[in-house]
């Protein structure tokens, strides 16, 4: 299947034949979609009574190669996963028609799935992205997310998140987004349900782990 606009890879005139399906409530300026709550377990629903101090300072990565650590990179890798587009992957980004709205915003977006000698048979797994935010840009990330209709909620470290599970119909992929002081991390997943949540949620975790000091 096709990636809609926004996330078509590959400048061919055969279809794309990836595993991610419609990718809705992805991208700013969105319409609202369907969103059911991910479970307590994998999406706290209290709100922050405040914002945290901040005590870390996200550097926004030069490139793909830099948005996890090693060690997740290596863990995709032993399961055939690997950067396929974006700056510093296999293709860079001349198999991306048109700019995701992380990479309209100033950040950049990391393709990472399963490379194929065809490349109209190059199949996506997950979609990482990160960008800065200042005050103002991060209001406007926020406003965004919330008109979509995902699931609003707060981490472990005080940051916000908007969250979908991706079993519900018109949404059958998992995404994840984390809204920090200083930062926007997304990760949009080609499967959807807990398991793919929980990992797309952990992916997260990591590209913070990566990119904060």
Known sequence: MQLP????????VAPLAIVMLALTGCGLNAGPTSSPNPSESTQPTVEPSESPVQT??????ADCTAILPASDVAAMAADGIILLAGPGGKYGNELITEPTPEMVAGGISCYFGVDNEDLTLLRVSVLVSAVALDDTSR???IDDLTTQGLARAMDERGDVTFGILGVSEGQT??????????SWIS??????????????????NAVHTANYS
């Open 187 to 204: 990760v949009l997943s080609s499967d959807g349900g807990e398991a793919a949540f929980l990992a797309i949620v952990s992916l997260a």
């Open 56 to 61: 870390e300072f996200f550097s926004m990565p």
């Open 173 to 182: 992929t998992a995404n994840y987004n984390v809204i920090a002081s200083d």
């Open 5 to 12: 606009s926004q996330f078509t890879l590959i400048r061919v």
């Open 139 to 141: 209001a406007t990330v």
